[in-house]
């Protein structure tokens, strides 16, 4: 299943919102995951079904979307929030995950 | 609090193998798939294949039969070979969790670059 990411940057300011976009060449039903990655660092899991965080992810994040078209939402843009987001499909055995949107500050 | 720490060379000439190792402290294997991806420079994670802790093993097919993951319960750890490396398996290579009947990865470790050279 090949994922589409959607733009690869946006440049946003900070307290704006933004929404991602992550679109799969065939239907994935929820099984969609969110992941943030830092400079340096693993990736970080978001959101996972599409639309459900783990403990700890702040509430500012929010996923939606189903089948083939997903949304990352993040309302009031924080500093650190100035990185790599990429999705990553489960439907299919073979994990793939999108090219990734950075996000710049404006 | 478990965490996952890889482990091996950081470089590899193209006539060996790459061979990581991942030891998972704070918890056990029991329960989960391991898992291993990797991230060349500048590009997204590719998920390499998992193992659950019984042994059972999944790859990518477009590793063909290059790669191998085994794990050791009585050390808590699981490792990597890949056979015949190319410069375009220069990577961060990433060790994770997935949990069962789950398919995204809750946990992942810092990660360890290699880099194949000629």
């Known amino acids: 299943i090949v994922m589409t990411q959607f733009p690869a940057t946006l440049s946003v300011s900070p307290g704006e919102r933004v929404t991602l976009s992550c679109r799969a060449s065939?239907?994935?039903?929820?099984?969609l995951a969110w992941y943030q990655q830092r400079p340096g660092h693993p990736p970080r899991l978001l959101l996972y079904?599409?639309?459900t965080r783990p403990p700890g992810v702040p509430a500012r994040f929010s996923g939606s979307g189903s089948a083939t078209e997903f949304n990352l939402t993040i309302s009031r843009l924080q500093s650190e929030d100035f990185v790599l987001y990429y999705c990553?499909?489960?439907?299919?055995?073979?994990?793939?995950f999108g090219q990734g949107t950075k996000l710049e500050i404006k | 609090q478990v965490q996952l720490q890889e482990s091996g060379p950081g470089a590899v000439k193209a006539s060996e193998t790459l061979s990581l190792t991942c030891s998972v402290s704070?918890?056990?294997?029991?329960?989960?798939?391991w898992a291993w991806l990797r991230q060349p420079p500048g590009k997204a994670p590719e998920w390499i294949g998992r193992?659950?802790?019984?042994?059972?093993?999944d790859y990518n097919p477009s590793f063909k039969s290059r790669v191998s993951i085994s794990v050791d319960t009585s050390k808590n750890e699981l490792s990597l070979k890949l056979t015949s490396p190319t410069a375009a398996d220069t990577a961060r290579y990433f060790c994770?969790?997935?949990?069962?009947?789950?398919?995204?990865?809750?946990?992942w470790g810092q990660g360890i670059l290699a880099t194949v050279s000629s």
């Open positions: 704070g918890g056990s294997l029991s329960g989960y798939y």
């Open positions: 065939q239907s994935l039903n929820s099984n």
């Open positions: 079904a599409a639309s």
């Open positions: 994770a969790r997935q949990g069962l009947s789950l398919g995204y990865f809750d946990l």
């Open positions: 193992i659950f802790y019984s042994g059972t093993t």
């Open positions: 990553q499909q489960y439907k299919d055995w073979v994990r793939t």
